[in-house]
């Protein structure tokens, strides 16, 4: 069966190191997106992708980043990690066509910073 | 996108029906009402969307005012697995699938 799958699931970190965050989907989706939520909030929408080589930055963009070398993976990168980083990160992945655009989520990774 | 406007919380006993209400008074022509739901610690997950008419899946129902200003999602026998916290998303399909998340309702199922 198709899924979306995150890796680590939970990650410890120190204040300005590098953190790299996967996720892997296997729909086939054209778009997706990475999300942070953080106790008491929704989801903010930090990075999103329609495709290869496709990138856009979302509500909360600044201090990640994000490539699209194929389909299947959009990691997220933190390039100097801070403790306001510290959250909850999902990654969701969606089909470009009908007006469903459903999207698909995975489990999410808890990362905490130091 | 409109804005939407959902209560903080509420209750429903198990087996009965839970409805959910939606106020998106400034939705306009184009916009879909899509529910997703987070039960705790999981990524949310896809319930129902509808544009104007009523639908139905095997999760859920969605009731749309005839002015469209607002929206009821029914789950007709809430289970314990329910209670989760439910989000309302009004958004033009053609947003790319970019969903902007409010506080969402959280429901909690009571034996």
């Known amino acids: 069966d198709a899924e979306i799958t995150q890796s680590p699931r939970h990650k410890i970190t120190e204040t300005g190191r590098q953190v790299t965050l996967a996720c892997h989907q296997t729909?086939?989706?054209?778009?997706m997106f990475w999300y942070r939520q953080d106790l008491g909030h929704g989801l903010r929408l930090i990075h999103y992708s329609y495709g290869v080589q496709d990138t856009n930055k979302g509500e909360v963009s600044d201090g990640y980043s994000v490539s699209r070398s194929n389909t299947e993976d959009l990691p997220l990168t933190l390039e100097s990690a801070a403790s306001s980083q510290t959250s909850v990160y999902f990654c969701?992945?969606?089909?470009?066509?009908?007006?469903?655009?459903?999207?698909?989520f995975g489990p999410g990774t808890r990362l905490t910073v130091l | 996108d409109a804005k939407t406007t959902q209560p903080t919380s509420m209750d429903c006993a198990e087996g009965r029906a839970a409805n959910l209400p939606c106020n998106h008074s400034?939705?306009?022509?184009?916009?879909?009402v899509y529910w997703y739901r987070q039960i705790h610690s999981q990524g949310p997950q896809y319930i129902i969307h509808g544009l104007k008419n009523n639908e139905t899946n095997e999760m859920a129902s969605l009731i749309i005012t005839e002015d469209r200003k607002s929206s009821t999602l029914i789950l007709p026998h809430a289970t314990l697995r329910d209670t989760a916290v439910y989000y309302c998303i009004v958004r033009v399909p053609s947003s790319w699938g970019k969903l902007q998340f409010g506080a969402g309702t959280q429901v909690v199922v009571t034996p």
């Open positions: 400034t939705i306009s022509g184009n916009e879909y």
């Open positions: 969701a992945s969606s089909s470009s066509f009908g007006p469903s655009n459903e999207q698909f």
């Open positions: 729909w086939n989706h054209n778009n």
